[in-house]
Nanobody, 123 residues
Framework: QVQLVESGGGLVQAGGSLRLSCAAS??????MGWFRQAPGKEREFVAV???????????EYVDSVKGRFTISRDNAKNTVYLQMNRLKPEDTAVYYC???????????????WGQGTQVTVSS
């Protein structure tokens, strides 16, 4: 089985930055994604990156975070990161990392999930 542990959430002012980490253990997945969920809202895709031992990778982002968020990975540590810059109050949510066999924007295609880390952006 795969276990995922997120960290790095916190409280920041609008315009600030946070870096989330997702440490994976167990079988390496093909892709790692970030999702977020705010109270009363559906779980939303944020970003995904293909898990690769090489330098070649593929990444996608939801339109609302393009130019502000960057997903990256450290294969040696089996860790995926989400660098979040110029944060907005609407970015406030619990952020989850997830593992999938394929690149996807759909939560239903992800087999393993972390416990989530809270990100709160004050206005």
């Amino acid at each position: 089985q795969v276990q995922l542990v997120e960290s790095g959430g916190g409280l920041v002012q609008a315009g600030g930055s946070l870096r989330l980490s997702c440490a994976a253990s167990g079988r390496t997945s093909y892709a790692m994604g970030w999702f977020r969920q705010a109270p009363g809202k559906e779980r939303e895709f944020v970003a995904v990156i293909m898990w690769s031992a090489g330098s070649i990778y593929y990444a996608e982002y939801v339109d609302s975070v393009k130019g502000r968020f960057t997903i990256s990975r450290d294969n040696a540590k089996n860790t995926v990161y989400l660098q979040m810059n110029r944060l907005k109050p609407e970015d406030t949510a619990v952020y989850y990392c997830a593992a999938s066999r394929t690149l996807s924007r759909r939560a239903a295609t992800y087999d393993y999930w972390g416990q989530g880390t809270q990100v709160t952006v004050s206005s």
